[in-house]
């Protein structure tokens, strides 16, 4: 086991390969739509990845990634594990893991690894952000099995190596499951789960709405929409990944037109652009372009299924905060009956929260942290 720096320097022949498959795009046709419906909008995309090949700065988003601390962790497999660890300045900072999701990265948390740093309210953090095994640079699984379950271990592993005993464990998408299975292995050493993204069970029996909400009932039916409209890709990469891989992995904007979609309809799909900033949805789209990494992140959901985390309790004590524009939006009283809920918050939102709102989830995470320590 070790612990290495690891500088993020992508040859310079790469991002000029990179542009040269942009410029060598085939590209197909379109119904005569003006809307997302059937997936990303042709004239979206050209006008994207024109910016892409001709001004996007892959450098800019490295120096940051670099600046954040970047670093290597051999597990006691043999794993290696990138990731990203900024310590406050201020004393009595709180231990911080923050794990992403699908199609995100460790650049999710470029914009609110500052503001946690500094601290709000008296109270800072510790931040570390690992990449999950086959995202980003850290090392590609080579056998069956890495899934959520198997993962939690060696980010548990991580922070114990990094010296912190006792830690808040955080993340939406897969890294709320990722987060939810360290606090049920792990309670004496995870303090606090907080979750953007709340995994949870609809009752086993009675009427799933029975004393909701109108909110509630509103994300339920959401949900409902969604499963029929926008979980084909789940299905793909849940049984054939690699068929996907060979198409995603060799042409740039292929890839764009993959990612960028779920940037678009899970944050607002009432818009005509992505909510959040193209050049940030492009320094992920060409981190997974880089490190070749879109077929190896697309297997997490093979190797999780439908159901990637457990049904038992967990008695850490757990935060949760809702964001309006969530795909998955689960009521309370569900969340309560596998979670020790002692923080929930509504707010305004989607699926993509450190980098959409970072200060709303900054601010969040210390209201939970306040009501644990």
């Not at 419906?37 to 700065?57: E, S």
């Not at 678009?264 to 490190?291: C, G, K, P, Q």
Request: charged share 20%; with cysteine.
């Amino acid at each position: 086991m070790s612990i290495e720096e690891f500088k993020i320097e992508i040859p310079e022949e790469e991002i000029s390969n990179l542009r040269t498959k942009i410029s060598l795009t085939r590209w197909p046709d379109e119904l005569n739509t003006n809307k997302w419906a059937l997936g990303t909008k042709l004239d979206f995309l050209r006008k994207l990845v024109k910016y892409w090949a001709n001004d996007f700065d892959w450098r800019k988003h490295e120096k940051q990634l670099n600046q954040m601390g970047s670093y290597k962790f051999t597990t006691s497999d043999g794993l290696k594990i990138h990731f990203l660890h900024s310590k406050s300045k201020n004393t009595g900072a709180i231990p911080l893991l923050m794990t992403h999701g699908w199609p995100g990265s460790i650049q999710e948390f470029i914009k609110i690894i500052p503001i946690l740093n500094s601290g709000i309210d008296g109270i800072s953090f510790d931040v570390v952000c690992p990449s999950i095994p086959g995202y980003g640079f850290s090392d590609k699984p080579k056998k069956f099995g890495m899934s959520s379950e198997k993962v939690a271990p060696l980010f548990h592993e991580l922070m114990i190596n990094l010296g912190y005993e006792k830690y808040i464990a955080q993340g939406g998408d897969w890294g709320a499951t990722i987060s939810k299975w360290i606090a049920e292995f792990y309670p004496e050493n995870c303090i606090g789960l907080h979750l953007n993204l709340v995994p949870a069970f609809p009752p086993s029996n009675g009427n799933v709405t029975d004393d909701l909400s109108e909110e509630e009932i509103k994300g339920l039916e959401n949900f409902e929409k969604y499963q029929k409209t926008g979980l084909g890709y789940y299905q793909i990469q849940m049984t054939k990944p690699q068929s996907l891989g060979y198409a995603l992995n060799d042409s740039p904007v292929g890839l764009a037109g993959w990612i960028v979609e779920k940037f678009h309809s899970w944050t607002n799909d009432d818009l005509d652009r992505m909510v959040i900033n193209d050049d940030e949805v492009l320094a992920i789209v060409s981190l997974y372009w880089f490190t070749q990494s879109i077929t190896s992140s697309m297997r997490l959901y093979y190797e999780n299924g439908i159901i990637s985390f457990s049904p038992n309790y967990i008695e850490t004590p757990t935060g949760g905060i809702i964001f309006d524009k969530e795909i998955v939006r689960p009521p309370k009283a569900w969340a309560k009956k596998i979670y020790n809920i002692v923080h929930w918050t509504n707010a305004k939102g989607g699926h993509f929260a450190a980098m959409e709102n970072p200060e709303t989830l900054a601010n969040d995470i210390v209201s939970f942290t306040k009501e644990i320590i």
